[in-house]
């Protein structure tokens, strides 16, 4: 079987995506050991060729996707928030055009371990036509599979199950929480943290020995870890030294021991979230998209509104209590890897 993964974010700088990627190749090794897979991605190639040998990585031209899909037996579009819109259509339109190549050639379209961040993003006519033309669709939480069940014409089949990312941090767990020590992962794609003010003061009060600026995004973007950082007051960024335990290229395993997992985690990223509870910290999940709200239940975490007030903070680090993904997640992952194997076969 030759697969064409076609989600084009993968070595974009979000180490969330690499790790949903490691949890897939993960459960298909036994499943199909004989399957090849190709991918078109517009970033450095040989970090990624480096780190997923499994994978042929190629350049995300249309020409070369459309020879993959027409070399392929299946296209796959594997985690992440496929549908969303409301900040830029870069996405959907790099499915617009897969989805009518894969139409061309008469290649039946899956998608494993997605997520919906919102219901109103399924009502874009280009969406629910992507969404119609699925052979099938395996989601990451039970309120994106309802969602896209209720729709006009839904796929022909709509699971719920889990995100891949719990197959890699099943097998390969990171670092136990360090007492002590309270990490924050803090992004708020394009915005600002109406909140941050009265957090970081309140954090400055809390009973934590170490305090740790996480960036699970390499890139430099607006509202994510890194700018927020550098926009600190001088007095904050020495109190929050920023650490990034991505090296690229190198092997996943090696650059998770470097994640530096705390008796605390503060997030408003969704895989930081699911690293935290494999980790046994203390999550309080930002909630900023219904995603993170579908993290916080799975998880059974702590919720913090963006905007939370010191007394709110207050209550959440008071009140936080170690996390824990059980098995349960992980089974449905690989059930849900299981079933686009024998669906696609």
């Not at 409301?86 to 894969?102: G, K, N």
């Amino acid at each position: 079987m030759r697969i064409h993964l076609g989600h084009h974010f993968y070595g974009a700088g979000n180490l969330g995506d690499d790790f949903m990627l490691a949890g897939f190749l993960a459960a298909l090794r036994p499943l199909a050991p004989r399957a090849s897979l190709t991918c078109c991605v517009p970033f450095a190639l040989e970090p990624l060729r480096r780190r997923f040998p499994a994978v042929e990585w190629r350049p995300a031209e249309l020409p070369i996707r459309e020879q993959c899909i027409a070399a392929c037996d299946v296209w796959l579009g594997l985690g992440g928030s496929p549908f969303q819109s409301a900040l830029s259509r870069w996405f959907v339109d790099h499915l617009v055009a897969d989805a009518a190549a894969c139409a061309r050639a008469g290649k039946p379209m899956f998608f494993l371990g997605v997520g919906v961040q919102s219901a109103a993003e399924l009502n874009v006519p280009d969406i629910r036509r992507l969404c119609a033309q699925a052979a099938g669709i395996w989601t990451r939480d039970a309120a994106s599979a309802e969602w896209l069940a209720a729709l006009p014409a839904p796929p022909p089949m709509v699971e719920p199950a889990a995100d891949l990312a719990h197959l890699f941090f099943r097998d390969t767990p990171p670092p136990p929480a360090a007492a002590g020590r309270l990490t924050l992962v803090a992004n708020f794609d394009y915005g600002t943290w109406p909140g941050q003010t009265a957090f970081l003061h309140r954090a400055r009060a809390h009973r934590a020995t170490e305090r740790l600026w996480l960036a699970q995004e390499s890139r430099d973007l607006p509202g994510a870890e890194r700018a927020l950082h550098a926009a600190l007051p001088a007095a904050e960024k020495t109190s929050w030294p920023l650490r990034s335990p991505e090296l690229p290229g190198a092997p996943l395993d090696r650059v998770l021991a470097h994640w530096p997992s705390g008796e605390w985690l503060v997030t408003s990223r969704y895989h930081a979230a699911l690293a935290g509870a494999w980790s046994r910290s203390k999550v309080i999940v930002i909630a900023t998209n219904e995603k993170l709200r579908a993290a916080a239940r799975e998880l059974d975490c702590a919720l913090l509104a963006p905007d939370a007030d010191e007394a709110a903070v207050d209550r959440a680090l008071a009140s936080a209590a170690p996390a824990t993904p059980g098995a349960l997640p992980a089974e449905r992952a690989e059930a849900a890897c299981a079933a686009f194997v024998r669906a696609a076969s």
